[in-house]
Antibody
Framework: QDHLVQSGPEVKKPGASVRVSCKASGDTFGNYGLSWVRQAPGQGLEWMGWISTYNRNTVYAQKFQGRVTLTIDTSTTTASMELRGLRSDDTAVYYC??????????????WGQGTMVTVSS | DIQMTQSPPTLSASVGDRVNISCRASRGISTWVAWFQQKPGKAPKLLIYKASILQNGVPSRFSGSKSGTEFTLTISSLQPDDFATYYCQLYDSFWTFGQGTKVEIK
């Protein structure tokens, strides 16, 4: 059964950068797209961006353009999300999520467990 | 960008009730709408995709429908395990979530 396993919690100071990783098992890599979604404490879900694991194409939410970079490492089947210029309102749980269908933009049927990122001076 | 307006923000209901949650798109869209359930401290779970298709393993008391620009998630008979927060999602060239609906015990 496929899984997405994310890296551990992070505490960062304002202005710093954070990188969260998402290791995929099974046949995710080479076949599916992966999105990153965040959720601030007590708030709703916010989509940040998408990366294809089959051609490395990316799509970013306008809000995060220029501040977030999505990458993949096919040798370790790991996707990463880097967010720069951290502010206190970036404090959130960050999730990776896999497209439901292979090789097409789709909704998400597989999620990582989430990574808490806390931004505090 | 297309916005998804979800209502109500909170819904109080009893076990056995029929529950409807709505999402309205800011303009006409296709059927690329999904519904998720989220419980505290957990990742969201996919319930419905393409407006009305039930995800494998999801109980049949959940259903989805579309009328014009309005999408509805219906729980036909609310069960104790269904008290949670529900989100709609538009997925097309971008992905957009509704604001969420918390279903509480009445």
């Amino acid at each position: 059964q496929d899984h997405l396993v994310q890296s551990g919690p992070e505490v960062k100071k304002p202005g710093a950068s954070v990188r969260v990783s998402c290791k995929a098992s099974g046949d995710t890599f080479g076949n599916y797209g992966l999105s990153w979604v965040r959720q601030a404490p007590g708030q709703g879900l916010e989509w940040m961006g998408w990366i294809s694991t089959y051609n490395r194409n990316t799509v970013y939410a306008q809000k995060f353009q220029g501040r977030v970079t999505l990458t993949i490492d096919t040798s370790t089947t790991t996707a990463s999300m880097e967010l720069r210029g951290l502010r206190s309102d970036d404090t959130a749980v960050y999730y990776c999520a896999r497209d439901r269908a292979p090789r097409r933009l789709d909704t998400f049927d597989l999620w990582g467990q989430g990574t808490m990122v806390t931004v505090s001076s | 960008d297309i916005q998804m307006t979800q209502s109500p923000p909170t819904l109080s209901a009893s076990v056995g009730d029929r529950v409807n949650i709505s999402c309205r798109a800011s303009r006409g869209i296709s059927t690329w709408v999904a519904w998720f359930q989220q419980k505290p401290g957990k990742a969201p779970k996919l319930l419905i995709y393409k407006a009305s298709i039930l995800q494998n393993g999801v109980p049949s008391r959940f259903s989805g429908s579309k009328s014009g620009t309005e999408f509805t998630l219906t729980i036909s008979s609310l069960q104790p395990d269904d008290f949670a927060t529900y989100y709609c999602q538009l997925y097309d060239s971008f992905w957009t979530f509704g604001q969420g609906t918390k279903v509480e015990i009445k």
